[in-house]
């Protein structure tokens, strides 16, 4: 199932989420350019494993990670989410808040990653986290829009679901999914589960925050 559009766009163009499009995808095109793609990842993404609390210069990958991507379907899926839920995010709570809001949400979502998943030797890196939190602040904030998804039947065909639902269910997946991940027996690594599940509670409690804020500014 994938999501084409939502019911309610904003009717304002909405610069940032275009400028953290477009920062990614130049972050990407050097990732193309970079001879030795092992090594630029060893520095730039989060390798768990590597972080010291007491080296500033190993913190840096909870940020930089955010606009690496391992490879042209991850970029391009991330992107396309980030287009959908964005415009809307940023346009509720103005370019400068959501600057921050996304850059936060993929901290904190790295964060989460981290802690429960210390000792992985392997690159964590990509938007998904931060995308996440816009996708979890969307469900809070935005909850009678509708999406219109695209779905494989015995063709393609489109349909309308309620934001709740289709959000709902995808916050319920990441749930699961890092339970999941934490009692496997198998090596460590992967999707970043945790990752997802700390940016889109981070984007929920977000929104219920911004929530409490516009009823005390009515």
């Known amino acids: 199932m994938l999501p084409i559009k939502d019911s309610d766009p904003p009717n304002k163009f909405t610069f940032a989420t275009y400028i953290f499009i477009f920062i990614t995808s130049v972050i990407f095109f050097i990732e193309f350019l970079t001879p030795d ?6 520095v730039w993404s989060l390798v768990p494993s ?4 007491d080296k500033i210069v190993t913190w840096y990958p909870f940020i930089t990670s955010v606009f690496l991507h391992g490879g042209v379907m991850h970029i ?3 992107m396309w989410f980030l287009h959908i839920y964005g415009d809307n995010v940023e346009a509720d709570m103005g370019p400068i808040l959501y600057i921050l809001f996304y850059i936060a949400a993929g ?18 890196l990509g938007a998904s986290g931060a995308i996440a ?10 909850p009678h829009n509708t999406i219109t998804c ?23 997946t990441q749930f699961f999914n890092s339970w999941g991940s934490l009692v496997a027996t ?33």
């Open 150 to 172: 695209l779905i494989p039947a015995r063709y393609l065909t489109t349909i309308e679901l309620p934001a709740q639902a289709v959000l709902g269910i995808w916050v319920v």
């Open 37 to 42: 793609l092992d090594g630029f990842f060893k």
């Open 133 to 142: 939190g816009v996708m979890g602040y969307y469900l809070v904030r935005f």
């Open 76 to 78: 391009l899926s991330n």
């Open 50 to 53: 590597q972080v010291n609390i």
């Open 107 to 124: 901290i904190v979502a790295n964060i989460a990653q981290y802690v429960l998943n210390m000792d992985s030797t392997v690159f964590h």
């Open 186 to 218: 198998q090596s460590k690594g992967g999707v970043a589960w945790w990752a997802h599940l700390g940016g889109a509670l981070f984007g929920i409690i977000i929104g219920f925050l911004f929530n409490i804020w516009k009823r005390k500014k009515i």
